[in-house]
C-alpha cells in the first residue's frame, strides 16, 4: 500500500526558510514522478512544484519559482520542498502527490496517491 | 482565482445525477487529453477520480465519468449518494507545461 507522509510544516515568519519532507513508502519511489500541491484555508488546489523520478527535471508553478526548491533522495526514499523568502500567501496545507504512470519522464498528474497534508502558516 | 471557470455549487437528491463542468481554452483544457478529476472531503486530501478526461482509475465507481466537449470538461456523477458530497477539481495539463486546477465545486447531496 502506498503511503505519504508530509513533515515540516509549521510557523514562520515573513522572509524566512522552512524544507519541507515527505517520506514515501509501498512503491518504487524512484520510478515515479513527485509534485507538491498547496491549499490555502478554506481555498482551492493550487500545483506547486514537479520532479521526475530520477529527479534531473523539476518544473514550478509561477507564484514560487526562484523562491522554492524541489529536490528527492530516492536512498531514503523522501521528496523535498525547500521554501524560501517566505510570503503570508504561501500559508497553506501542503501536499505531496505521486504520479500515476511509472517512467522518467516530468509528469504534473495524474496523483493517484497523496499525503495527509503539513500545515504551513506564515506569520509574524 | 482561478483561469478555470467551475460553478462554485451543485446539488442533487440521492439517486439523481449532477453534472460539474470545467471551462477553459484551447491552452488547458483543450490543450491535449490530460485532463483529470479529484474529489475532496473536509479535511482530507483529494481522490483521483478520472484521468485523461474519461478514464477511471481502478476502484473508483462507474457511477463517475468524464467528458470534454472543445474546452468545456464535465464530471457526471450518476445515482447521488450520501457520501458523494464533497469538493470536486477539474485539472488540466496545459499547453504551457503547467499544471491548473480548477476553483473547486461544492456538491450537496439534499
Known amino acids: 500500500e502506498v503511503h505519504l507522509l508530509e513533515s515540516g510544516g509549521g510557523l514562520v515568519q515573513p522572509g524566512r526558510s522552512l524544507r519541507l519532507s515527505c517520506a514515501a513508502s509501498?512503491?518504487?519511489?524512484?520510478?515515479?514522478?513527485m509534485s507538491w500541491v498547496r491549499q490555502a484555508p478554506g481555498k482551492g488546489l493550487e500545483w506547486v512544484s514537479g520532479i521526475t523520478g530520477s529527479g534531473g527535471s523539476t518544473s514550478y508553478g509561477d507564484s514560487v519559482k526562484g523562491r522554492f526548491t524541489i529536490s528527492r533522495d530516492n536512498s531514503k526514499n523522501t521528496l523535498y520542498l525547500q521554501m524560501t523568502s517566505l510570503r503570508a500567501e504561501d500559508t497553506a496545507v501542503y501536499y505531496c502527490a505521486k504520479v500515476l504512470w511509472s517512467d522518467d519522464s516530468l509528469h504534473l498528474g495524474p496523483y493517484d496517491s497523496w499525503g495527509q497534508g503539513t500545515l504551513v502558516t506564515v506569520s509574524s | 482565482q482561478s483561469a478555470l471557470t467551475q460553478p462554485a455549487s451543485v446539488s442533487g437528491s440521492p439517486g439523481q445525477s449532477i453534472t460539474i463542468s470545467c471551462t477553459g481554452t484551447?491552452?488547458?483544457?483543450?490543450?491535449?487529453?490530460?485532463v483529470s478529476w479529484y474529489q475532496q472531503h473536509p479535511g482530507k486530501a483529494p481522490r483521483l477520480l478520472i484521468y485523461d478526461v474519461s478514464t477511471r482509475p481502478s476502484g473508483v465507481s462507474s457511477r463517475f465519468s468524464g467528458s470534454r466537449s472543445g474546452n468545456t470538461a464535465s464530471l457526471t456523477i450518476s445515482g447521488l449518494q450520501a457520501d458523494d458530497e464533497a469538493d470536486y477539481y477539474c485539472s488540466p495539463y496545459t499547453r504551457s507545461n503547467t499544471l491548473l486546477f480548477g476553483g473547486g465545486t461544492k456538491l450537496t447531496v439534499l
Open positions: 509501498g512503491f518504487t519511489f524512484n520510478n515515479y514522478a
Open positions: 484551447y491552452a488547458d483544457v483543450g490543450a491535449n487529453n490530460y
